[in-house]
């Protein structure tokens, strides 16, 4: 349990927006991951590959003692992203609502991927059922990222940052302070977060390129990836 009287909002950072090799659009290997994360000093991350759980699963398996693997995914439906976490396999939807219903019946949390990401739709944003908001993605410009941060308040949902990770120097750019005195999943829920972050440099999009480019020509010629 997390008492409110007992909440502090002092704890450890957790990246909650990484990608590993099993995006397609990723260099970052989950031991990769684990190494990083450890040496940033994070206290938890979240794998949140497109569409599997495989790469989470992997990580946490990797991951030594102190440092904590939060399993899940990113889904793209009705055209916007959602990151589902504290889940071990994917849930299919027909829309929003019925995701975010599957996924807490699960034991999972969902949150609105930066939700101004260029070309993603902004009518009827503030109806999307989540548990959470992004207000901070590594990605994206400032400007948006406030734009998410006031969608937030006004909606009363709790705030979270990710990096967005696709290559190492990114892990840790972005995190969430999750109060020390709750279990992950329940600080967020509860908003018991500090969300803080800083932009990723302009060159980690042609990494991710890259990378999409290099994982598509090994499956061509029959080739391992990852």
Known sequence: MCPAQKATLEG????LHV??????????????IVKVAMKR???????TDHETVEGGLRARRLAAK?????VGYETRIQKRDIICLFVEEITRASDMEELHERTKEKGGITILAHPYRMFAPTIGIEKVEVDAIEVFNSRLSLVRNRKG????????????????????SEIGRAYTVLDGNCEPREAILLGLTRPFGSPSPLWVRPASLLSRTVAVT?????????
């Open 41 to 47: 000093g994070l206290e938890g991350i979240a794998v």
């Open 19 to 32: 990608h590993s090799v099993f995006s397609g659009d990723s260099l970052l290997r989950p031991e990769t």
């Open 149 to 168: 941060e006031e969608l937030a308040r006004r909606l009363n949902k709790p705030r979270v940052a990710g990096s967005d990770a696709h290559v190492a």
């Open 218 to 226: 090994s499956r061509i010629f029959g080739r391992e990836w990852p």
């Open 12 to 15: 450890g950072a957790y990246d």
């Open 66 to 70: 102190g440092l904590s693997i939060i």
